[in-house]
């Protein structure tokens, strides 16, 4: 849920709960209201329309494509209601999945409306609402246009002596004019500041009624809790997927540029020292040491690799030594501290540890710190990452940043990151993930 229109504060100087009656956030709410009860008073007539006309034509097996059509309609009408919480109350509601029949034709189209659980959630609106919207309005009404009535008594009280022929409203009497009005100055003055109070009031008065309205717009006229969970795994799915081949991209590139052209290079050397071996054996002997060095460097950028890829003391010794291996490698002193009773699930291992490696190459490329601190910690059912520094600050997960990317990887399995990095520093960047297990 997302409102667009939250009261604002800033660069003035008068209370919210004084400006809150001519806000716009607060009109327009009060016209949701308003307009509720003709449109609410529409859809039920269209749902008790549908319903009585399905029911009476299911002899003649009419009713059960006049049934899903009635239904077909309610989504359309959704639409409305949806498109009108989103201008007015700045409710930001997904469309719900759409019908999608199993088999082609009338048949199949009817079976998927049927069986559709957000069709049947829009005529559960359909009927609920009004009700509700009756209420709503007719409480909201009254009690706005008495606030703001009796907030304006002093300039309309002169409308009681001159056409009604009595001083001002009111209060008890007996029908020869005998009884107590409001018509000293004193009075005047009270019930108009009880009409003050009453629109002071109005505002949350308005809003505590259009929180239900949210709850019923979002409850049945979005989508289930179960089709969003399948969107976001489905997401999730997706980053997952291009993490991955951006992974094996990486390999690539890495493989080709790195070890495999030093491996080629090592085998035309070792060919030109073959063919010197006979002419001149000391040439030879030069060219092979200078393969030896190329071995050499050739396997640290393979080891280099296969760390990259999956570190072998991860594998062998866990989570604690890996990460002050990674520390050790840091262009700043790391101290690490990893209190874990047990050991993780090795995917979750293997993505602290990638996390916490992203996290100290950002520290010791961008971060101008001193020093640096890991620790991890095992709370509840998460598995908790926090890698701070006392560098100059400024990260952000803003999309084109590298954090970013992190963000998005960690929340394809249920993860989060926290970043706490003013301009100044010091930096504080907290990551969450499940704990499962071996």
């Known amino acids: 849920m997302d409102t667009a229109y939250a009261p604002q504060t800033r660069g003035s100087h008068v209370p919210v709960g004084l400006r809150a009656p001519f806000s716009g956030r607060t009109w327009r709410e009060f016209l949701y209201l308003f307009l509720s009860l003709p449109l609410s008073a529409v859809m039920f007539s269209y749902a008790i329309a549908v ?3 399905s029911a009476g034509l299911l002899i003649t097996f009419l009713g059960i494509p006049v049934l899903a059509g009635g239904l077909a309609g309610g989504r359309a009408l959704g639409v409305l209601e949806r ?7 700045g409710l930001n509601v997904a469309e719900p999945e759409p019908v999608r029949p199993s088999k082609p034709g009338l048949m199949g189209w009817t079976g998927a409306v049927l069986k559709s659980g957000v069709s049947w959630r829009h005529l559960l609106y359909s009927f609920f609402h009004f009700p509700w919207a009756l209420f709503s309005f007719v409480f909201s009404t ?3 246009a008495v606030g703001w009535g009796l907030l304006a008594y002093p300039l ?5 002596p001159t056409y009604l022929g009595q001083p001002g409203i009111q209060m008890w009497g007996d029908g020869d004019g005998n009884g107590f009005y409001l018509d000293t100055p004193l009075e005047t003055g009270v019930i108009s500041a009880v009409g003050l109070l009453l ?3 109005g505002p949350w008065l308005i809003r505590g009624l259009t929180q239900v309205d949210r709850v019923m717009v979002l409850g049945l006229l979005g989508p289930s809790s179960l089709a969003g969970r399948v969107s976001e795994l489905e997401s999730d799915r997706g980053v997952v997927v291009d993490t991955a081949a ?3 991209r990486r390999i690539e590139r890495d493989l080709h540029n790195g070890a495999q052209a030093r491996l080629v290079s090592l085998a035309m050397e070792l060919g030109l020292a073959k063919e010197k071996l006979a002419k001149d054996p000391d040439a030879a002997v030069r060219m092979v040491d200078e393969a030896h060095g190329e071995v050499k460097i050739a396997l640290q950028e393979l080891r280099d690799l296969a760390r990259g890829i999956h570190p072998a003391i991860l594998t062998d010794r866990g989570l604690g030594p890996a990460l002050s291996a990674l520390a050790a490698r840091c262009t700043v002193p790391v101290t690490v501290t990893v209190d874990l009773d047990r050991r993780p699930a090795a995917a979750i291992e293997g993505i602290a540890y990638f996390t ?3 996290l100290l190459q950002n520290v010791s490329r961008h971060a101008r710190a001193t020093s640096a601190a890991v620790d991890v910690w095992h709370s509840a059912e998460r598995i908790m990452l926090q890698v701070t520094d006392n560098g100059r600050g400024g990260a952000t997960t803003d999309a084109g940043e590298g954090l970013a990317g992190l963000a998005e990887r960690l929340d394809s399995v249920d993860g989060l990151l926290v970043v706490d990095s003013p301009d100044g520093g010091p930096t504080s960047i907290s990551a969450e993930l499940p704990w499962r297990s071996q």
């Open 156 to 160: 309309w009280r002169w409308t009681f």
């Open 246 to 248: 951006a992974d094996l």
């Open 199 to 201: 629109v002071l009031a």
């Open 51 to 53: 319903i009585s006309l």
């Open 83 to 89: 498109a009108r919480a989103r201008a007015l109350l």
């Open 142 to 144: 009254t009690f706005w």
């Open 356 to 358: 916490v490696s992203e």
